[in-house]
């Protein structure tokens, strides 16, 4: 359990909430245990309601890389805020935002902002199905891209946390048209390619996958995607919401070398406000409305707030920046798995760049398959443990784990310290 003041809020939140929660995955059902309700943040550590404080690794689930409360970002929203919150109007700030990640991005040449990941890939299916006259849609299980309908098909971390992948309340007819295939297996995506080739529009992929836990892209796996793409005239869709501006300034394309015809960017590129990114190559892009017969629109997209804490965190995110949070991510990675030995727990951590998980399970895990196969009894305690030792540590085995930049050397040895101490409990 949390603590006495979170739990009396979350007996006042359930009644009203349901789970008492905005976002299933806060509630903590995969490991038991109450939340802990979050009463402020600084830098690497959140603070319960009770005033106590934990070395967070949530990271609002991705945006907190430069660390909780950063001085520039708040003062850049402040003064934002000071102008006015909304105009439903073009801003300078929009334009600006825009520029800026189509340097980072060489592979958008032309984009949208929405005001989350949902509706970011939402509206890149509709461009892609629009572009190419086509219906099918091609994903990965375990993959999540957010919850709208289309997409909620073997869905990995929340969805997968609560045995339910595949949603109530989603008509049949909605997702006769996506196909899933298991992340890492080229050989099915080409002969899935075979099969159908002429009737999909588009293959959608996290290129790191991170929400059935961190599983990284084998070599070949995401050229693969590309080339039958091309090949088949699909469209490819690299969602990056999570990795986007994570694992490089450029997301996980500029990682691999690789140019996807669509990507959608969200959580990092908003520094904690509700803004996310669609975009890609501008013979696509170009028939979104009013441009061309695509419809998409929101009364908040490009806020000014939202995109003033973006532009501001995206300016601090220089090469030194992803150098230190590589270092800092590896430091855990290697003392998470000190941990393991010493303990002689079976489990294995899989990190890219400042983006981790440990699996509770005996060797690699390269797919949804294998995530699935570890021991979330084992995570549920491990989890439990942390908290306990003052670390807020993901509440799923299917989440992956971040690094900020506020993380220290001692945040990290004191969290591999706590490891040691949860794993042997
Ligand atoms: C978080 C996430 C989304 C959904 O973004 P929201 O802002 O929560 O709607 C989509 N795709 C990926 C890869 C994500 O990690």
Redesign the pocket.
Known sequence: MSDQASEDLMRRAERLLPGGVN?PVRAFRAVGGGPVFVERALGSKIWGADGRDYIDYVGS??PAILGHAHPKVVASVQEAAARGLSYGAPTALEVRFAERICELYPSIEMLRCVS??????MSALRVARGFTRRDVIVKFDG?????SDALLVKAGSGAATFGNPDSAGVPAGVVENTATLAYNDVPALEALFRARGKDIACVIV?PVA??MGCVPPEPGFLAAILEQCRAHGALSIF?????GSRLAAGGAQARYALKPDLT?L??VVGGGMPL?VYGGRRDVMSLIAPLGPVYQAGTLSGNPLAVSAGLTTLNELDAAAYARLEKVSQRLVDGLRAALEKTQTRGVVQSVGAMLTLFFHDGPVKNWNDAKASDTQKFATFHRGLLARGVYWPPSQFEAAFVSLAHTDADVDRTVEAAEGALRA
């Open positions: 976002s689930w991705g989350s990941g949902t509706e970011a890939t993959a999540y891209h957010g919850h996290e991170g929400n969602d990056e919401v999570m990795t959608c969200g959580k996310a």
